[in-house]
């Protein structure tokens, strides 16, 4: 028993290295999904009808693909082209292309959750900033932004927790994270079983942490009569 | 306060239609410096559409608007620049939901005329005495009854230092214990001299308060006068009719 813990514990620095990794590659992701989510989900709703249409095509398609295919032709297909047209720009690290893969599939789930918050808000706001002589931009800007990433939070956080433990598909194609980590440890060590229960556990706490530090972002925002009271709120009234 | 004889508004045969119907079918007037011009009349037959289209809120189809010497349906109109100056108050408020009272009335003055912030600030501020409702700036919208609110929308509107206020059923949406103290704010502008045109069923307001009467059904404008003949002598059957009708709901105008 004794001997056990003292592998588990002899294997926390390699395992933290790959939590390090993991959370490196979720921030990252999330962050290209954010930037790519918001644009989308604004060209669905405010865009024209052909951006509208383009837009749920990226959206759709980004959803139908599984993540490990993707990654893999994706990472394949890249350096196939690079080899071919000695294009050495384009043989990126691997953990560029998770970045790149994870970011636009997780896009297309942040659009949606972007676009349901975009058009929670009552449009009426809208034309009252135009009443004001805002433009457009500055509408979308001052009124709709401020207000949508508030009541995205908590789908966002859900969107945290989901591809926090996607990330372990980066495995497939080479990137170190944490389960490819426990991976190298379990089959040195042949202590499959103990070493990813680890790698469980770890996981949990990243994915508790997350969510727990959204929570308080999202109660440090709040307003009142958007979202963060409505907790509360719906308390009183059930 | 006097009426001027200069125009701030005019409007000359507007024309809009959704669809198959037409919902504005030729309406001309004219709005001088300093008059309260009060438009009433059934639901459903233009007026909001009316207000909406002297902003370009919405397009109307055809017909011209002159804001001063500016025809705001020129399409080399900026029509940002134009809205700037024309305050728009909405049936049901629009504050930004996000914003507290202060930041509502402070936002347009920050992002679209670029003052600084302490200017800015201190011009809200001013805007929300005003309206009485100093001491309630940090609140949130959500923290405000409906007529605070719509003295919030007012007071944001003002703040612009518009040419002209367009009203649109300001009280409909309001409890009846609530709808005094909006009126009041509006019976002052009318009299520190403010150009506004109201949409409204408020009847006692548009006869009291108002210099100018418009009656309007079917995209048209039926009748139109000073309130003592609109509302004491109708010269059209329909509008009696339609007085008629609202003082038996509401018993008396």
């Known amino acids: 028993m004794l001997e056990k813990l003292r592998l588990v514990w002899e294997s926390l620095p390699l395992l933290l290295q790959g939590a390090i990794v993991t959370l490196e590659l979720t921030v990252s992701l999330l962050l290209v999904g954010l930037v790519l989510g918001v644009l989308v989900a604004l060209g669905q709703v405010y865009g024209p009808r052909p951006l509208a249409m383009l837009m749920s095509a990226y959206e759709r398609f980004f959803r139908a693909m599984p993540i490990l295919v993707l990654l893999i032709v994706v990472n394949f297909g890249l350096a196939f082209v690079a080899n071919t047209y000695q294009w050495d720009w384009l043989r990126l690290p691997t953990f560029a292309v998770a970045v790149l893969v994870f970011g636009l599939h997780s896009s297309a789930y942040q659009s949606q959750i972007f676009r349901g918050a975009i058009q929670a808000i009552k449009p009426g706001q809208l034309l009252a900033a135009r009443a004001l002589g805002m433009t457009r931009l500055q509408a979308i800007r001052y009124i709709t932004l401020p207000q949508a990433l508030r009541l995205a939070i908590p789908g966002w956080s859900n969107e945290y927790s989901g591809v926090l433990k996607d990330t372990s598909f980066a495995f497939a194609i080479g990137v170190t994270e944490l389960a490819r980590q426990g991976w190298q440890i379990a089959t040195r060590t042949r202590e499959m079983f103990l070493i990813f229960i680890t790698v469980a556990l770890i996981y949990l706490v990243l994915t508790y942490l997350g969510t727990w530090l959204l929570e308080l972002v999202e109660r440090r925002v709040s307003v009142p009569g958007l979202a963060g009271q409505r907790r509360e709120e719906h308390g009183r009234v059930i | ?253």
């Open chain 2, 1 to 253: 306060m006097a009426v001027s004889s200069n125009i701030v508004v005019r409007i000359e045969d507007l024309h809009k239609r959704y669809g198959n119907e037409e919902v504005l079918k030729g309406v001309s007037f004219t709005v001088r410096q300093g008059e309260a011009l009060a438009i009433i009349g059934p639901s459903g037959t233009g007026k909001s559409t009316l207000l909406r289209c002297i902003n370009r809120l919405t397009e109307p189809d055809r017909g011209r608007i002159w804001l001063e010497d500016t025809e705001i349906t020129s399409p080399q109109t900026d029509i940002n620049a134009i809205r700037q100056q024309i305050g728009f108050v909405f049936q049901d408020f629009n504050l930004f939901a996000h914003l507290t009272a202060l930041d509502n009335v402070r936002l347009g003055l920050l992002k679209v005329k670029r003052l600084s912030k302490r200017e800015a600030t201190e011009r809200a501020m001013q805007e929300l005495a005003r309206v009485g409702l100093a001491e309630h700036a940090e609140k949130y919208p959500a923290q405000l009854s409906g007529g605070q609110q719509q003295r919030v929308s007012i007071a944001r509107a003002l703040a612009m230092d518009p040419k002209l206020m367009l009203f649109d059923e300001p009280t409909s949406a309001l409890d009846p214990e609530l709808i005094g103290e909006v009126l009041q704010v509006m019976q002052d502008l009318a009299e520190e001299g403010m150009t506004m045109v109201v949409v409204t069923h408020e009847m006692g307001f548009a006869r009291s308060v108002c210099d100018e009467v418009i009656f309007m059904e079917k995209g048209v404008i039926v009748e139109q006068g000073p309130p003592q003949q609109v509302f004491v002598n109708p010269k059209q059957p329909r509008t009696r009719q339609f007085l008629g009708k609202i003082s038996e709901l509401y018993g008396g105008t």
